[in-house]
C-alpha cells in the first residue's frame, strides 16, 4: 500500500531533490533493518516503474517484504 509519493507530474516538484537528512534517515532505516536480521536495499523500484521504495525490507527467507518511506517532518 502506498501512502504518499512526489507528484510526477509536477515538474518543479520542491521535494524532489533528496535533502542529506533525508537520505541519512534512509541509512539509518536501513541500518535497523539489517540489524533485525532482515535485507535492506535502498531505492527499489517496481518492476513497471509505478512505485519506488526508499528502503525495502526483505525478510532473510525472502517470503515477506516491507517498503520504508522516510519522512520528515518540516
Do not use: N
Not at 507530474?9 to 541500518?31: D, I
Request: negative net charge; proline residues 3%.
Amino acid at each position: 500500500m502506498r501512502f504518499c509519493s512526489h507528484d510526477r507530474g509536477s515538474p518543479a516538484c520542491a521535494l524532489a531533490q533528496e535533502s542529506m537528512e533525508h537520505y541519512l534517515t534512509k541509512l539509518q532505516l536501513a541500518h535497523a533493518i539489517r540489524a533485525a536480521g532482515w535485507y535492506a536495499e535502498l531505492e527499489v523500484r517496481a518492476p513497471d516503474g509505478s512505485w519506488r521504495a526508499d528502503v525495502m525490507a526483505s525478510s532473510a527467507d525472502g517470503a515477506r517484504r516491507t517498503a520504508w518511506e522516510a519522512q520528515l517532518c518540516l
